[in-house]
């Protein structure tokens, strides 16, 4: 796992994008990982129990919570994680591992013998959840993100738009799957990750007025839609 870090995430409407992204240009650079514009594809699967215990617990603002997810980028089966993202005290804590498809595609459907097998604590862990949690694929999730980094505090900006829901279906590899919006007005997401300390100059840089801090989560949101 890796160590914790304060998170902020903020609504903008587009004109707050514009604004904030011609100001973090001038001080932050693109991350490494996303194409030339700065932007690129997240398609994420997320699990979770029958009493829907991530959903509620994150509903309810839980101090101490946990969710599950399979994520690849751009479209690309190469390189898929299955991630453990935590939440405690305020901090955020992520710990993630390595699958292939052909693994991704057991666990979908519930052939999950091989995991017990692992030598990775994280894939030993979701064997534990899936079984005794009852853990099961719930809803697939899509944006795209724009990514930023400044190296003072270990700041990453992210700007999350055109949020989908996958709805009900689990075919994770499906890129032609059918999703849909999750709020009227696409909304955007901007999150802040640090680690100790937020420079003083990436705080006067994402200055959105009246914009204020919120729990969002995408994960709850696409899964509103169908509960």
Do not use: W
């Not at 796992?1 to 998170?7: A, L, S, V």
């Not at 693994?103 to 692992?118: P, Q, R, T, V, W």
């Not at 990453?156 to 996958?166: A, F, H, L």
């Amino acid at each position: 796992m890796t160590k914790p870090r304060h998170e902020i995430k903020v609504f903008i409407n587009y004109s707050d994008y514009i604004s904030l992204k011609n100001r973090i240009k001038a001080f932050a650079k693109l991350d490494t990982n996303a194409s030339e514009n700065g932007i690129y594809h997240i398609r994420s699967l997320y699990f979770d129990n029958f009493n829907d215990k991530a959903l509620m617990e994150k509903i309810n603002g839980y101090n101490n919570r946990e969710k599950f997810r399979i994520r690849f980028y751009n479209n690309n089966h190469s390189f898929i994680k299955l991630e453990k993202k935590s939440k405690s005290n305020g901090l955020c804590y992520k710990s993630s591992s390595p699958l292939n498809k052909d693994e991704c595609i057991k666990i979908i459907n519930g052939d999950i013998d091989f995991l017990i097998n692992s030598e990775n604590e994280l894939l030993k862990e979701f064997y534990c959840k899936l079984k005794h949690q009852c853990l099961k694929p719930k809803t697939i999730v899509d944006y795209t993100r724009e990514a930023y980094i400044f190296n003072a505090g270990n700041v990453r900006i992210t700007i999350d738009s055109n949020i989908r829901s996958g709805l009900y279906s689990h075919d994770l590899f499906n890129s032609n799957l059918t999703t849909s919006g999750i709020i009227d007005g696409n909304p955007i997401i901007l999150e802040i990750k640090y680690d100790n300390f937020l420079p003083e100059i990436i705080k006067d840089l994402i200055q959105t007025n009246t914009r204020n801090q919120t729990a969002v989560s995408k994960y709850a949101a696409c899964r509103l839609l169908t509960v």
